[in-house]
């Protein structure tokens, strides 16, 4: 693997598939940003080299829109690469189910056996409460040269007002929230990349603002896999690969258990079915590397 370790509304269209599956929630869509985004480019530093700035960035008569956090929705579309994501998440909710015994593990240990079969390098999205619960295994995850480990807030809560069932991060603890998760990766990885992505994919104007001070760029997608609480895997299968196109961000669930069960079912046919279209298999960084 190379290079470093490290929505448009058409996108959130998109976005709405996955999330009913995945949160369970309700049909109200997500917020729409109320200001640009600005979008990284191909030819944009995949990611920062700093680490999140522990002081504002904000000036008396600057722009609100220098002090966005920048978003990517896809790679390069000249090239036939396509990037796999997979969002660990764990709310307080999850936790206490997974506490009491209801769910086993919230650790697809499957799926990932199969990503490291195939060779598949893959971008990993763990939210604080995940790396909490799973210190070593994230630890094991930095390890491989497969992976690259990127952030998913702290608890995944979402940062807009209506995020479907998704509790909401007030406006004054945004910051606080990532540069916590942000944290604990970089105690568990020493190479952990500035990814990030919003819990529901959910976002607007306010939260791009209040989180430009952390440094970290926001990972979106343009092909949901729908895989949380997929009746089938080769319903994950079909969605996936009716939908990836050149320079492709693919957005899957690592957790399993009662949410995203049958991921680690359908990953060797969308890996093997990718390749033999033609496709390059990469990280986010290598995607937005070109």
């Not at 079969?117 to 990993?124: G, H, K, M, S």
């Not at 952030?151 to 909401?168: I, N, Q, V, W």
């Not at 959910?202 to 791009?208: P, R």
Request: charged letters at 20%.
């Amino acid at each position: 693997m190379t290079g470093a370790r490290g929505w448009t509304l058409a996108a959130f269209c998109a976005v709405v598939a996955v999330l009913l599956g995945s949160c369970g929630g309700s049909s109200a869509p997500p917020s729409v940003q109320d200001s640009p985004t600005p979008t990284v480019s191909a030819s944009t530093p995949a990611q920062p080299s700093s680490k999140p700035s522990t002081t504002p960035v904000r000036r008396p008569g600057e722009s609100r829109a220098r002090t966005l956090m920048p978003i990517v929705q896809h790679g390069p579309r000249d090239k036939p690469r396509i990037a796999l994501t997979f969002d660990a998440d764990l709310t307080t909710a999850m936790r206490r189910r997974l506490h009491s015994g209801q769910v086993k593990s919230y650790y697809n240990e499957a799926l990932i056996q199969h990503l490291r079969d195939l060779r598949v390098p893959a971008t990993l999205f763990l939210t604080g409460l995940w790396m909490e619960q799973y210190p070593d295994r994230t630890r094991e995850l930095a390890a491989d040269p497969l992976f690259e480990l990127a952030t998913h807030s702290y608890d995944h809560r979402a940062f807009t007002k209506r995020c479907y069932t998704l509790g909401t991060v007030p406006r004054a603890g945004m910051l606080t929230d990532v540069r916590r998760a942000v944290t604990i990766l970089d105690e568990l990885d020493p190479q952990a990349t500035r990814w990030f992505r919003f819990p529901g994919g959910c976002y607007d104007g306010t939260a791009l603002h209040e989180l430009a001070p952390a440094a970290v760029t926001a990972v979106g997608l343009d092909v949901p896999g729908a895989d949380g609480f997929a009746k089938s895997s080769e319903s994950i299968v079909g969605q996936v690969l009716q939908n990836a196109r050149n320079g492709s961000i693919v957005v899957l669930h690592m957790h399993g258990g009662d949410n995203a069960p049958l991921t680690d079912e359908a990953i060797p046919s969308i890996v093997k079915s990718l390749r033999l279209r033609g496709y390059e298999l990469v990280t986010v960084t290598e995607l937005m590397a070109g």
